[in-house]
């Protein structure tokens, strides 16, 4: 059933939300026990929820529906940790505009889902000190992919209505989502409002959605999109009702990506987008062959750079005083602060703030950071020349489909980042993206994604109607 029958259903009472909310959470819990996708689990909260609805109105676009929510996203009175050992204890007095939009729709919030620490990395390994690594819902031997790979993993395994609220930085919903077999929106940077999420780094941070089909992303989407004053680069521009974007017929105008399908893409992901590529030809869907030499040969590298930089400014708070964990405080402040993030970081958390803190020093600030920033701005002249012409672009996801966890133990920290290769250039660009499953390998899903212009969301859910369609 999707959201919407769901919404219906519980509104007229068909559905006895509270009895079902139950039943949600302990399928929840059985599940977490194998596969780790929730780091809290809001048992008594979300009955709570469930209770007050049944009370009262039913007029909210998701009421009575179950919204998992990313760590690194705050819950008021939810222990909200973005994965890490840092924020142990850290339970926010607020909500973040989204998950307040959510509530206010009649939503209910079932939990925090596990993720890299603070968004670092790909296939959700890096999780904080203490935290345990998510499983695949195909194949438990392999990666959830991340850095939202709690919120992939749940949405595909949970068989009831459910969306998952999840951030991108370089690519952490739509890389899940390829490797999970789930719809992961991107949104334009400024569409969705930041306020209340973990910055990981602020120039490239998004929320999004994770579901299991195209109209419960629109849904979703419409829910949480839109101005807010609290994040002051929310995008005052006008919306959409996402939900009510019929498959659009007109015709639309595709560029396949050349380079995203040369060496490195594993033969059967290059297959199937190749396939999908054959049917919307069939539909009169004109697709021609386009280039991003730019993105592509420097992608990894300046996203890296800012991605790290910024991420080493934004940890500087965490020092055991205000948030989250603390010790005794002993020694001058060097000391504690040494010791408190020694203790509570990961050994990728780490890396990225030596590197950051590197490439923001004066004397480097220059040659890395600053060129990095005009490298990005070339990028997205590179885009914006294709999108003067193209409606959507096309381009596998991920490289790959899945790896095994112990295969990516043996990858070094640049091969890590290398497969991001895909992700980076929407991301560092700030154009929303979608990737929808189509196809598989040995049972494994593949993701295919496509890029829109800035604030054109609306053609990413008409393509992804079309794809689901193809099926
Ligand atoms: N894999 C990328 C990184 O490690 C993207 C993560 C994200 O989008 N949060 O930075």
Redesign the pocket.
């Known amino acids: 059933m999707d959201i919407k029958n769901y919404v219906k259903k519980a509104r007229s009472g068909k559905i006895d939300l509270i009895k079902n909310t139950k039943n949600i959470i302990s399928e929840c819990e059985k599940i977490n026990k194998e596969y780790n996708y929730f780091n809290v689990i809001s048992k008594d909260s979300a009955i709570k929820k469930a209770e007050e609805l049944y009370k009262k109105d039913s007029k909210g676009k998701l009421f009575g529906v179950p919204v998992s929510v990313k760590d690194c996203i705050c819950v008021k009175d939810v222990e909200s940790r973005a994965g890490s050992k840092i924020l142990s204890g850290y339970n926010p007095v607020f909500d973040a505009t989204v998950v307040d939009k959510v509530k206010k729709e009649g939503g209910i919030i079932l939990g925090k889902t596990s993720q ?1 620490e603070f ?4 296939f959700n390994v890096n999780v904080g000190v203490d935290f345990k690594i998510p499983k695949n819902p195909v194949d438990k031997e392999r990666t959830c992919g ?2 939202s790979g709690g919120a992939a993993g749940i949405t595909k395994k949970l068989e009831y209505p459910h969306a998952a609220l999840a ?6 919903i739509a ?1 899940p989502a390829s490797y999970c077999g789930v719809i992961g929106l991107c949104p334009t940077y400024g569409r969705v409002s930041r306020y209340g999420l973990m910055d ?1 780094a602020n120039s490239l941070d998004k929320i999004g959605v994770i579901s299991r089909n195209i109209d419960d992303c629109a849904l979703v989407l419409e829910v949480i999109s839109g101005y807010d004053n609290k994040d002051s680069t929310s995008l005052n521009v006008p919306d959409y009702k996402y939900s009510r974007i019929e498959q659009d017929e007109k015709k639309l105008k595709i560029g396949i990506i050349k380079e995203s399908l040369l060496e490195g893409v594993d033969k059967e992901v290059k297959k199937s987008i190749l396939r999908l590529v054959g049917k919307l030809k069939s539909k009169e869907i004109e697709v021609k062959e386009v280039s991003l030499p730019l993105v592509f040969k420097y992608g990894i590298q300046t996203y ?1 750079l800012i ?1 790290m930089a910024e991420a080493s400014t934004n940890l500087a708070k965490f020092c055991g005083m205000r948030y989250g964990y603390e010790e005794k405080i002993q020694g001058n402040f060097n000391d504690y602060f040494s010791k408190i993030r020694t203790k509570s970081f990961s050994r990728e958390a780490k890396r990225r703030i030596i590197l950051g803190t590197f490439a923001r020093m004066a004397g480097y600030r220059d040659a890395y950071y600053l060129k990095a920033m005009k490298v990005r701005t070339l990028m997205i002249e590179e885009y914006k020349k294709l999108f003067s012409e193209f409606d959507l672009l096309i381009s596998p996801t991920m490289p790959n489909f899945a790896p095994r966890l112990d295969e990516i133990d043996k990858l070094s920290p640049l091969e890590n ?1 290398m497969m ?1 290769i895909m ?1 980076v250039g929407p ?1 560092l660009c700030g154009f929303p993206h979608i990737s929808v499953p189509y196809g598989s390998k040995h049972n494994m899903p593949i993701g295919v994604m496509f890029t829109a212009d800035h604030l054109e969301e609306k053609k990413l859910i008409e393509i992804g109607k079309i794809v689901e369609k193809i099926g």
């Open positions: 890299d968004g670092f990395g790909s991340g850095s951030e991108s930085t370089g690519g952490s890389a990981y890296y991605s980042y991001d992700t991301n």
